[in-house]
């Protein structure tokens, strides 16, 4: 079946860099997606990588797909204090997205 | 401004009685959904419809309802609530159903039964 899973928790400092980690089990899905969820708001979709990709750069955002080992990443440069937030991997399939339990990033200035 | 509404966006209540929570969107997407949020869960999909007077079960179906009359809204109905049902809800919509298109979020709804 399909599964997303994400650690629970990230901590970084400002002006370094975060690397969210995410892993699935279902590799049909054609994309996968980068959603972040500020305090009390809806989720924002933060990037995408189509499944025959390997790597997708959008300014400080960096997404890895590592088809092999059914990983993906996501990796914010110069992170602020306003990157904190929780932020979501999903794969898309027909119909619907199998999203991960999400991660909290804090950032500490 | 291109936007998914839901209300209310707070609602406490009590086990048994009958709620709906509205959904709405403005930007003539076909694609419609409902997923809870719970912690350490993630968001799980409740009901979904492809276009009007269609809709599927998600993955976690049980105890709710939908309806989509109207291509703009598609509420979410909860005929007799549970305390298992207290939970963050969010519709989301987008033009097609492949996997290759955005899904626009709602704000979510706070639902708490006692």
């Known amino acids: 079946g399909e599964d997303v899973e994400q650690s629970l928790f990230l901590s970084v400092r400002e002006g370094d860099s975060s690397v969210i980690n995410c892993t699935y089990t279902?590799?049909?899905?054609?994309?996968l997606y980068w959603y972040k969820q500020e305090p009390g708001a809806g989720l924002q979709l933060l990037t995408y990588?189509?499944?025959?990709?390997d790597m997708k750069q959008d300014q400080r955002l960096t997404v890895l797909l590592n088809k092999k080992d059914k990983h993906l990443s996501l990796r914010i440069a110069d992170t602020q204090t306003g990157d904190s937030a929780i932020y979501f991997c999903?794969?898309?399939?027909?119909?619907?997205?199998?999203f991960g339990q999400g991660t909290t990033l804090q950032v500490k200035p | 401004e291109a936007q998914v509404t839901q209300n209310p966006r707070y609602l406490i209540t009590v086990t048994g009685k009958k709620l709906t929570v509205t959904c709405s969107q403005n930007?003539?997407?076909?694609?419609m959904s409902w997923y809870r949020q719970d912690p350490g869960l993630g968001l799980r999909q409740i009901y979904y419809s492809m276009n009007v007077e269609v809709t599927d079960k998600g993955d976690v179906p049980e105890g709710y309802k939908v309806s989509r009359k109207e291509k703009r809204n598609f509420p979410l109905i909860l005929e007799s609530p549970s305390p298992n049902q207290t939970s963050l809800y969010f519709c989301?919509?987008?033009?097609?159903?492949?996997?290759?298109?955005?899904?626009?979020f709602g704000p979510g709804t706070r639902l708490t039964v006692t």
């Open positions: 990588i189509f499944s025959n990709m």
């Open positions: 930007m003539n997407h076909e694609y």
């Open positions: 989301a919509s987008s033009l097609s159903s492949q996997g290759s298109y955005e899904q626009y």
């Open positions: 999903a794969e898309a399939f027909t119909g619907k997205l199998i």
């Open positions: 279902d590799s049909s899905s054609t994309y």
